[in-house]
């Protein structure tokens, strides 16, 4: 007997004579329905230009439709030991199992069923991975469905980029960051799935390059010149006094001539640095590309440089590395709400008493909410009286709006407390500017990294409780 001739008598004629049964034919649908499906997600990803680039496709094109397949592989075998032990006990189990005929009934029962079947399931499988695929397209996936981002997702619907898709920033585009996306994003729901995740997540090197994300709408060259800033504080004092100070930020940029200036000017260089941090605030190492070619190394004052350190590019969300998720200190938290009106000067001791409150040690926002809530409400009722018959109800709004600023900045569960997430715009609250521009950056040529304040800002007043520059400026209202 022929190699064919056995393979067809001994394999072929007895799977199709068994396989016909539902288990059988159920599996050999999903089988072919996902198969079709997932051809098509190779067919558009790999020549089409409109396949989705959330890292999270993976979820369906590594796990989802393999795992239809793989179901439907175990079903048709399953199906057919059943169907061969029925035939068994009922003693109708064939010797010779009849030929494979299209004219059979019977074998055309099963054809017209399992055609039905897969196109039922491809239409199905089809709009499920569609769907999917759209939801996962979506930036609350990321952050309501992985809810260990919720600290990342509460602080982008306060973020100048909460109009942005998550994938616009976090995936590069083209081939090799579609697939390193889709691998990091595999790799992290592997971590959700089995609890192995980092607590705080904390961003490192995972973000794709300023130059691949941010510049496809941002100018990185743009002359913006110069901005006043307006910084309002507020005291620990009764008055919870009110005190302003304003700079005059020259960002700068190159102007129509290509003249370089400002803050972005003078770092538009070719720049590298060592940092022995993941989140980059400790900056032993820098080295700067002259305009002539050559190349000036400043290195901190007593720093030992790692052997094996790894040299970064300088890159524009190296300064500007929380644009879209960016925390709040709690001076910044509370002094925020107080501007806004949430809370009121009115009630005395409202700032240092409110500071104190939302940086106490708490389990969880649920307690931190209880415990802010009532501790307000108590101080005034026990400390001032008056002011809280009079005020009652300033005194619960300043109390949930101190509730609410703890909730936007401060995760428990996620070891997110105040500080945990650097912003390295400016030096105020974290090194920033001053883990290069610190005086203590040499040169082997005796030059060291400026730390001119003019080159960056001019201060025209500080903690100014007049606000008379303002007032003379329009700008009080």
């Given at each position: 007997m022929s190699l064919l001739s056995n393979l067809k008598q001994n394999w072929l004629q007895p799977f199709f004579y068994l396989g016909r049964n539902r288990l059988s034919l159920l599996g050999g649908a999903l089988t072919s329905a996902s198969a079709f499906v997932l051809i098509g997600f190779w067919v558009v990803d790999t020549f089409g230009h409109g396949g989705s680039t959330n890292p999270y496709i993976g979820i369906i094109v590594f796990f989802f439709l393999p795992a239809l397949f793989l179901l439907g592989l175990v079903l048709m075998p399953i199906g057919i030991y059943f169907q061969r032990r029925s035939l068994i006990a009922a003693g109708q189990l064939p010797s010779i199992y009849p030929k494979i005929d299209i004219g059979d009934p019977l074998f055309r029962h099963a054809l017209d069923f399992v055609i039905m079947a897969t196109f039922i399931n491809f239409v199905i499988v089809g709009v499920a991975s569609y769907r999917g695929v759209?939801?996962?397209?979506?930036p609350n996936f990321c952050g309501v469905t992985c809810h260990v981002m919720a600290?990342?997702?509460?602080?982008?619907?306060?973020?100048?980029?909460?109009?942005?898709?998550?994938?616009?920033?976090?995936?590069?585009?083209?081939?090799?960051?579609?697939?390193?996306?889709?691998?990091?994003?595999?790799?992290?729901?592997?971590?959700?799935?089995?609890?192995?995740y980092p607590t705080p997540i904390m961003p490192g090197d995972k973000i794709p390059l300023a130059s691949v994300t941010c510049?496809?709408?941002?100018?990185?060259?743009?002359?913006?010149?110069?901005?006043?800033?307006?910084?309002?504080?507020?005291?620990?004092?009764?008055?919870?006094?009110?005190?302003?100070?304003?700079?005059?930020?020259?960002?700068?940029?190159?102007?129509?001539?290509?003249?370089?200036?400002?803050i972005h000017g003078a770092h538009t260089a070719h720049i590298e640095f060592i940092s022995t941090d993941s989140t980059?605030?400790?900056?032993?190492?820098?080295?700067?590309?002259?305009?002539?070619?050559?190349?000036?190394?400043?290195?901190?004052?007593?720093?030992?440089?790692?052997?094996?350190?790894?040299?970064?590019?300088?890159d524009c969300m190296d300064c500007h590395n929380r644009p879209a998720h960016s925390m709040q200190t709690a001076e910044q938290a509370i002094d925020k709400a107080i501007t806004q009106g949430g809370v009121s000067t009115a009630l005395p001791f409202v700032h240092g008493q409110g500071l104190q409150l939302i940086q106490a040690d708490y389990k969880s926002q649920d307690e931190a909410t209880r415990k802010i809530t009532s501790g307000l409400i108590d101080f005034y009722r026990t400390t001032?009286?008056?002011?809280?018959?009079?005020?009652?109800?300033?005194?619960?709004?300043?109390?949930?709006?101190?509730?609410?600023?703890?909730?936007?900045?401060?995760?428990?569960?996620?070891?997110?407390?105040?500080?945990?997430?650097?912003?390295?715009?400016?030096?105020?609250?974290?090194?920033?500017?001053?883990?290069?521009?610190?005086?203590s950056h040499n040169a082997?040529?005796?030059?060291?990294?400026t730390q001119d304040c003019t080159v960056c800002h001019n201060i025209i007043s500080t903690d100014d409780p007049s606000n008379k520059l303002l007032s003379e400026l329009g700008m009080d209202k």
């Open positions: 759209a939801y996962m397209d979506q600290p990342e997702w509460t602080a982008y619907h306060v973020a100048p980029h909460s109009s942005v898709a998550c994938t616009e920033c976090h995936v590069a585009p083209g081939v090799p960051g579609y697939i390193h996306a889709k691998v990091n994003g595999t790799k992290q729901l592997i971590e959700v799935v089995l609890h192995t510049l496809n709408c941002h100018n990185a060259k743009a002359n913006i010149g110069d901005k006043l800033v307006v910084k309002t504080t507020y005291g620990d004092d009764e008055h919870n006094s009110m005190t302003q100070s304003l700079l005059m930020m020259h960002v700068g940029g190159s102007n129509e001539m290509g003249a370089l200036s400002g980059h605030q400790t900056i032993p190492w820098v080295a700067k590309t002259n305009s002539d070619g050559t190349v000036t190394e400043y290195v901190a004052d007593g720093a030992t440089i790692p052997a094996k350190a790894t040299k970064h590019v300088m001032y009286p008056d002011v809280y018959t009079a005020n009652r109800a300033e005194v619960v709004q300043a109390a949930q709006a101190l509730a609410s600023a703890y909730k936007q900045n401060v995760f428990p569960d996620m070891k997110v407390i105040w500080g945990t997430h650097p912003n390295n715009i400016g030096h105020a609250d974290y090194p920033g500017c001053f883990r290069c521009h610190d005086s082997k040529n005796g030059t060291s990294i």
